[in-house]
């Protein structure tokens, strides 16, 4: 248990981490407009890090039960029923995200050696966010299967 609450600070983190430096060249940016002098990576390093952070965060939505839901016809049938239906939800978010690992890979292998415009990065690294948004989305869900089945009646979000 120690080591899911250490990894999802970490996430955490980096979600933050990426947030912060997002809004500092979003800032900057704005500034340099203003003074006319604007570094022209900067608009390219925040739409990466946007991929980056949205990613990060679509994982994180799993964990957060924050995805899209139907709740309100959900809520109607009984308790095992709504256990069933929230397994049933993980596993094709399950499927879904082997397909994003799988196809996100490919992506990331067939874009390493195509540079970005202005940072001259390799593109695999930007789509990189692809499968890593994959791997968190199979953690979480596998975790939150384990969860479904443990729960017990009257405990939230069965």
């Not at 990894?7 to 980096?14: E, G, P, T």
């Not at 900067?42 to 839901?69: D, N, P, Q």
């Not at 094709?92 to 067939?110: M, P, Q, R, S, W």
Request: proline share 3%.
């Amino acid at each position: 248990m120690i080591i899911i609450k250490t990894v999802d600070k970490i996430i955490k983190y980096i979600l933050v981490a990426l947030m912060v430096i997002l809004s500092f060249l979003g800032v900057f940016q704005v500034v340099g407009r203003l003074t006319g002098v604007v570094p022209s990576w900067t608009e390219e390093a925040i739409r990466f890090l946007f991929v980056w952070a949205s990613c990060v965060g679509a994982a994180i939505g799993i964990k957060e039960h924050i995805h899209i839901g139907i709740d309100v016809i959900v809520n109607l049938f009984s308790f095992t029923v709504r256990k069933v239906i929230a397994v049933i939800v993980q596993v094709l978010l399950l499927v879904f995200d082997v397909f994003i690992v799988k196809y996100g890979f490919l992506l990331v292998e067939k874009t390493m050696t195509q540079p970005s415009p202005a940072l001259r990065l390799p593109m695999g690294y930007v789509y990189l966010a692809i499968p890593v948004m994959g791997i968190l989305g199979l953690y979480y869900s596998v975790l939150e299967i384990v969860r479904i089945i443990r729960s017990k009646e009257g405990q939230a979000n069965a």
